[in-house]
């Protein structure tokens, strides 16, 4: 996996200690690679004591940037003493990038005039400017924090999560393979809407998709591949034959899809047709998807797959569009998140195991619906997120719990897990009554102060934090 870049900035203002910038430089750059990530800084020669603090300055920083344009991910602006917000300026506004603001503490015993920093106080300035010329940042606590301590390591990691977030938020396409079934109106969206925060939805006809499956020759080599693939991603042994060809076909179809039209994500109308017409659910080919970082929902929920891709950056790990499915026992604060089989194996907890899908089975025999990946979701910390659009606008709902392990009896069909999310009565109610979808996206990790921060201050979503 290719290592997030992040460009360093390191600011001055002439009446505090130039004399600090110099160990600023050292720490912070020690701080980015011992934190897995790699950096980009001017020469310290290129400016007056290696930092910026005139707006000529700030401006020779923005050509510099501009040079490196899509080299680095965001943006680093240290204030090793108060700093000169009129460099930073001109620097920035054009930077196109997140920005994360890091301020030093001053050390007692060392405030005297040659020691003292004042960056506590610079911050706001900064804070003030970047505000008034609408530059959009990030800070986190502490508000003055030193770039070698535990508290900066984890303002990276929230940070690095934003950039990754933004970066794949803001321009992106998703696929939609068949229409809205209409008994799921639970899943209805605005395209516009998404199209305004620069989302675009492609609509594909299942059609399509059946008649690439139906016209591929069976000597395709990529089917032989992917069904190899499919074998060694999790347990095929129930599959028939017959049906493990044309799930395989199915896959090297939608894999063409996604080639040819340029796809970041996918939504896929899963059922009726394809139970009838097949004898197949494509569940365990989502499943695989997801693993691949290819968000992919099912029931034609665009929106979660909105979540999931969003999810997905911020942990790098695959997210599982889920639904809020069980109570658990009598505990108000748990409950089972449930789906078919489309959740990631990477976040099952033991390889799944494919077989009949039990609800399209009743009533049309044991050899329907091959597809499924049942198994359970392995427990872990997780952050869980939901959209819906209305009047034109995106909005989110996002919170934090886990997935607790615990069990669930053996007959229970399909890929679930127990979750234990405090307050949980109460951010249903919020859930239901704001008229968000039974589904729900998660993705394992805490990811909150990301999310927020990436869609609020940087992406200009509508987000409700569930606390």
Same mark, same amino acid.
């Given at each position: 996996?290719?290592?997030?870049?992040?460009?360093?900035?390191?600011?001055?203002?002439?009446?505090?200690?130039?004399?600090?910038?110099?160990?600023?430089?050292?720490?912070?750059?020690?701080?980015?690679?011992?934190?897995?990530?790699?950096?980009?800084?001017? @020469?310290?020669?290129?400016?007056?004591?290696?930092?910026?603090?005139?707006?000529?300055?700030?401006?020779?920083?923005?050509?510099?940037?501009?040079?490196?344009?899509?080299?680095?991910?965001?943006?680093?602006?240290?204030?090793?003493?108060?700093?000169?917000?009129?460099?930073?300026?001109?620097?920035?506004?054009?930077?196109?990038?997140?920005?994360?603001?890091?301020?030093?503490? +001053?050390?007692?015993?060392?405030?005297?005039?040659?020691?003292?920093?004042?960056?506590?106080?610079?911050?706001?300035?900064?804070?003030?400017?970047?505000?008034?010329?609408?530059?959009?940042?990030?800070?986190?606590?502490?508000?003055?924090?030193? &770039?070698?301590?535990?508290?900066?390591?984890? #303002?990276?990691?929230?940070?690095?999560?934003?950039?990754?977030?933004?970066?794949?938020?803001?321009?992106?396409?998703?696929?939609?393979?068949?229409?809205?079934?209409?008994?799921?109106?639970?899943?209805?969206?605005?395209?516009?809407?998404?199209?305004?925060?620069?989302?675009?939805?492609?609509?594909?006809?299942?059609?399509?998709?059946?008649?690439?499956?139906?016209?591929?020759?069976?000597?395709?080599?990529?089917?032989?591949?992917?069904?190899?693939?499919?074998?060694?991603?999790?347990?095929?042994?129930?599959?028939?034959? +017959?049906?493990?060809?044309?799930?395989?076909?199915?896959?090297?179809?939608?894999?063409?899809?996604?080639?040819?039209?340029?796809?970041?994500?996918?939504?896929?109308?899963?059922?009726?047709?394809?139970?009838?017409?097949?004898?197949?659910?494509?569940?365990?080919?989502?499943?695989?998807?997801?693993?691949?970082?290819?968000?992919?929902?099912?029931?034609?929920?665009?929106?979660?797959?909105?979540?999931?891709?969003?999810?997905?950056?911020?942990?790098?790990?695959?997210?599982?569009?889920?639904?809020?499915?069980?109570?658990?026992?009598?505990?108000? +604060?748990?409950?089972?998140?449930?789906?078919?089989?489309?959740?990631?194996?990477?976040?099952?907890?033991?390889?799944?195991?494919?077989?009949?899908?039990?609800?399209?089975?009743?009533?049309?025999?044991?050899?329907?619906?091959?597809?499924? #990946? @049942?198994?359970?979701?392995?427990?872990?910390?997780?952050?869980?997120?939901?959209?819906?659009?209305?009047?034109?606008?995106?909005?989110?709902?996002?919170?934090?719990?886990?997935?607790?392990?615990?069990?669930?009896?053996? @007959?229970?069909?399909?890929?679930?897990?127990?979750?234990?999310?405090?307050?949980?009565?109460?951010?249903?109610?919020?859930?239901?009554?704001?008229?968000?979808?039974?589904?729900?996206?998660?993705? &394992?990790?805490?990811?909150?102060?990301?999310?927020?921060?990436?869609?609020?201050?940087?992406?200009?979503?509508?987000?409700?934090?569930?606390?």
């Amino acid at each position: 996996m290719k290592k997030q870049v992040f460009a360093l900035y390191f600011a001055n203002r002439g009446f505090f200690p130039e004399t600090l910038i110099a160990g600023a430089r050292k720490e912070m750059t020690d701080a980015v690679t011992k934190a897995g990530f790699e950096y980009i800084a001017m @020469e310290p020669n290129e400016t007056r004591n290696g930092a910026i603090e005139t707006a000529e300055e700030g401006r020779k920083y923005a050509a510099w940037l501009k040079q490196h344009e899509g080299t680095y991910d965001g943006i680093i602006l240290c204030l090793p003493n108060f700093g000169d917000e009129n460099g930073a300026v001109p620097a920035m506004r054009d930077a196109g990038v997140p920005i994360l603001i890091q301020a030093y503490p +001053d050390e007692i015993g060392k405030m005297d005039f040659a020691s003292r920093r004042d960056s506590y106080c610079g911050k706001f300035s900064m804070e003030d400017m970047f505000c008034q010329y609408n530059i959009p940042f990030s800070v986190y606590p502490l508000h003055v924090v030193h &770039p070698l301590s535990d508290a900066f390591a984890q #303002n990276l990691r929230d940070f690095a999560a934003v950039c990754r977030i933004v970066k794949s938020m803001r321009r992106f396409t998703i696929g939609g393979i068949g229409a809205r079934t209409t008994a799921f109106k639970t899943v209805r969206f605005d395209e516009l809407a998404m199209q305004k925060a620069g989302i675009t939805m492609e609509s594909y006809d299942l059609s399509e998709l059946f008649a690439r499956i139906r016209k591929m020759s069976d000597s395709r080599k990529e089917i032989a591949m992917k069904q190899e693939v499919l074998y060694q991603y999790c347990n095929f042994t129930k599959v028939p034959v +017959d049906k493990m060809n044309v799930l395989s076909k199915m896959a090297v179809a939608i894999d063409d899809m996604i080639g040819e039209y340029q796809l970041d994500a996918v939504s896929i109308r899963c059922w009726n047709e394809m139970h009838q017409e097949f004898g197949i659910a494509p569940c365990v080919l989502l499943s695989e998807l997801n693993d691949r970082g290819i968000a992919a929902s099912c029931e034609m929920d665009i929106c979660n797959a909105v979540a999931m891709r969003a999810l997905s950056a911020a942990s790098q790990l695959p997210a599982a569009c889920l639904d809020w499915n069980n109570n658990y026992g009598d505990d108000p +604060d748990r409950c089972i998140l449930f789906h078919c089989g489309p959740v990631a194996q990477t976040l099952m907890d033991g390889k799944g195991t494919v077989g009949i899908h039990k609800m399209f089975a009743k009533g049309n025999g044991s050899d329907y619906g091959w597809g499924v #990946n @049942e198994g359970r979701i392995a427990a872990t910390p997780m952050t869980y997120a939901s959209m819906r659009t209305d009047n034109g606008q995106m909005y989110f709902y996002a919170g934090k719990g886990e997935f607790t392990g615990e069990p669930i009896e053996q @007959e229970y069909f399909g890929c679930g897990g127990v979750v234990k999310i405090k307050n949980l009565q109460e951010k249903l109610i919020y859930i239901g009554k704001n008229g968000y979808r039974h589904h729900v996206t998660t993705t &394992p990790g805490d990811y909150l102060v990301a999310i927020e921060d990436a869609f609020t201050t940087y992406l200009g979503y509508n987000l409700k934090i569930l606390q």
